[in-house]
């Protein structure tokens, strides 16, 4: 069994797709805040599925680290923040 769907709750111009089954949870995150991307980085770290795929689109900073967001930046520092 699985479910597929677009969440209708991000404000306007932000997108996500989650996808779940038994052994997989997928995430797309497109054109997010820094916030709702901690929430859904969170969330997908704390499902029970064995398997687990995030997807983040987002442009990068000029030295490629750093996500750049609608609202601020997602870095390797910020994923190593979430707890």
Not at 27 to 51: F, G, K, M, P, Y
Request: charged residues 15%; negative net charge; contains cysteine.
């Amino acid at each position: 069994m699985f479910s597929c769907l677009m969440s209708p709750v991000f404000p306007s111009g932000q997108r996500g797709l989650h996808y779940s089954s038994n052994v997989l949870k997928t995430v797309v995150l497109v054109n997010l805040s820094q916030d709702i991307v901690t929430s859904e980085v969170q969330s997908l770290i704390c499902d029970a599925a064995a398997h687990k795929l995030l997807i983040l689109s987002e442009q990068s900073s000029d030295q490629g680290s750093d996500l750049l967001l609608q609202s601020g930046t997602f870095s390797f520092k910020n994923f190593s923040d979430i707890s």
